[in-house]
C-alpha cells in the first residue's frame, strides 16, 4: 500500500473482515484496526515510541487507507 520511514503499510488478503491496517519493518511488526476507531490491536517487538508515531500516522492517513482497504476487498469484505 504504502511506505514510511522504513515502515511497509499493507494488508493481508483473506483475513478477518474488520478494517486493519499492518506495518512491519525490520524489528517488528504491528497492526492497528481503524474501525470503529484507530487503536493498536497488536504490537510484535516495536518500541511504544514506535507504535505511538505509527497510530499517529495511520490516524492521520486513515481516510487513505480506507479508499485502499475497500479498493483491495471489492463489497466490503474480504471474508472467504
Request: hydrophobic fraction near 35%; charge should be positive.
Amino acid at each position: 500500500m504504502f511506505t514510511w520511514k522504513g515502515y511497509r503499510f499493507y494488508f493481508f488478503s483473506r483475513e478477518e473482515p474488520r478494517m486493519h491496517v499492518h506495518v512491519v519493518c525490520a524489528h517488528g511488526e504491528a497492526k492497528f484496526w481503524l474501525e470503529p476507531a484507530v487503536e493498536v490491536a497488536r504490537n510484535h517487538r516495536l518500541t511504544e515510541k514506535q507504535v505511538s508515531e505509527l497510530e499517529s500516522i495511520v490516524r492521520e492517513r486513515k481516510d487513505e487507507i480506507g479508499n485502499a482497504w475497500r479498493r483491495h476487498f471489492p463489497g466490503g469484505s474480504n471474508q472467504r
